[in-house]
C-alpha cells in the first residue's frame, strides 16, 4: 500500500512522508500498541494531509492523534484515536475526487472494516454534480460568514455569543432571499 501511494504522491509531485513499514509480528486485533505509526502520509496543495498510517493494532490513526490521545484514560478521547480526518474544501474538486477514488481502491485492496463519510457526497453518490453543488454549498457558506465577519463588526460591549447570533442571523436572513 505504501508503494502505490507514493507513486501516486510522486504523480501529483505531492509531498509525502513514510512511516515505519513494517508491523511487529502478531499485533493486530489486539487493544493494546507501540508508540510507532506505520505507513505514509501526503499533503495535496490546498488540503489537510492525509493520513493513511496505522497504529501497531493494525487500526488506523495518525502521529497527531497519537500524541494527543495514545495515553488518555478518557474514553471519548480514546475512542478519537481512531477517527480521522481530512479537509479538502480548499484543495478543490478534483483533488477532493483523487482522494475519493484513492480510498475507493485501498478500502477494496488492503483496508478491513474501513468507513468514509463524505461531506461532498461523493464516496456515496460517484456523482460529480452532488459533490460539486456540496461544494458550492460550504465555500458559499463560509463566503457568507466572511462577508458579516467583514461588514457587520462586534459593537461595543457585545459578547462573542451575541455577535455571533447576530451573524447567523443576518447570514439567514440574506440566504431567504
Known amino acids: 500500500m505504501i508503494e502505490e501511494v507514493k507513486d501516486i504522491a510522486e504523480i501529483y509531485k505531492w509531498p509525502?512522508?513514510?512511516?515505519?513499514?513494517?508491523?511487529?509480528?502478531?499485533?493486530?486485533?489486539?487493544?493494546?500498541?507501540?508508540?510507532?505509526?506505520?505507513?505514509?502520509?501526503?499533503?495535496?496543495?490546498?488540503?489537510?494531509?492525509?493520513?493513511?498510517?496505522?497504529?501497531?493494532?493494525?487500526?488506523?490513526?495518525?502521529?497527531?492523534y497519537l500524541q494527543f490521545y495514545g495515553n488518555s484514560k478518557d474514553k471519548t478521547e480514546r475512542e478519537s484515536l481512531y477517527m480521522l480526518s481530512v479537509k479538502t474544501q480548499f484543495a478543490g474538486i478534483e483533488i477532493h475526487k483523487i482522494i475519493i477514488q484513492l480510498f475507493k481502491h485501498l478500502s477494496k485492496k488492503y483496508l478491513k472494516d474501513f468507513t468514509l463519510s463524505d461531506e461532498g457526497q461523493y464516496w456515496e453518490t460517484g456523482d460529480e454534480t452532488v459533490l460539486e453543488k456540496n461544494f458550492k454549498r460550504y465555500s458559499d457558506l463560509l463566503d457568507n460568514f466572511s462577508s458579516a465577519i467583514e461588514y457587520h463588526p462586534m459593537k461595543k460591549g457585545e459578547s462573542f455569543e451575541a455577535y455571533f447570533e447576530r451573524l447567523l442571523k443576518k447570514i439567514r436572513d440574506k440566504n431567504k432571499k
Open 16 to 64: 509525502y512522508h513514510i512511516y515505519k513499514s513494517k508491523f511487529p509480528g502478531k499485533s493486530f486485533a489486539k487493544a493494546a500498541y507501540n508508540n510507532e505509526i506505520y505507513g505514509i502520509s501526503f499533503a495535496p496543495p490546498g488540503c489537510e494531509t492525509v493520513f493513511l498510517c496505522f497504529l501497531s493494532n493494525g487500526r488506523m490513526s495518525s502521529p497527531i
